[in-house]
């Protein structure tokens, strides 16, 4: 949650278009106070908000239209791992995936893995030389040099 309704931006010639299309009367370097949720997408002002989950106060900066959903970091990062750990809860569709990537790669290659192939072996050994990891790929197990 946002805590204040308004802020005060200076005028500028980057920004004075988009005031003025949303209908504030603005010059160059006039300092006016403007709705938050008409400042520009791409501002850099700090703004200061109310995590939803734990209340701490934190700053946003930029697009403040986010659905009605503030997270500090924190809360953030715990949503994110718990979405991902219920990706790879459910073993069954995992393998279930795994088995439709071996069935699809021998239709369309003939071997249940494209790295079995010297083709795909040589464009990836190629792409470590191109991106200079050469090292890094020797030093895997899976080393095809
Ligand atoms: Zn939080």
Redesign the pocket.
């Given at each position: 949650m946002i805590k204040i309704c308004e802020i005060d931006i200076v005028g500028n010639s980057k920004t004075l278009k988009y005031y003025r299309d949303k209908g504030y009367d603005i010059n160059h370097g006039d300092k006016i106070s403007i709705k938050l949720y008409d400042l520009i997408p791409t501002s850099s002002i700090k703004i200061d908000c109310y995590?939803?989950?734990?209340?701490?106060c934190?700053n946003i900066t930029g697009n403040v239209n986010r659905n009605g959903l503030y997270?500090?970091?924190?809360?953030?990062k715990i949503i994110r791992s718990d979405k991902i750990k219920n990706l790879h809860k459910d073993l069954s569709k995992s393998e279930v995936i795994i088995n439709k990537s071996k069935k699809t790669n021998t239709d369309r290659y003939g071997v249940d893995s494209p790295m079995k192939l010297d083709f795909f072996k040589k464009k990836l050994k190629n792409s470590f030389i191109d991106n200079g990891n050469q090292q890094q790929q020797c030093n895997n197990n899976h080393c095809v040099c």
């Open positions: 995590c939803d989950i734990c209340n701490m934190y997270r500090c970091n924190n809360c953030s």
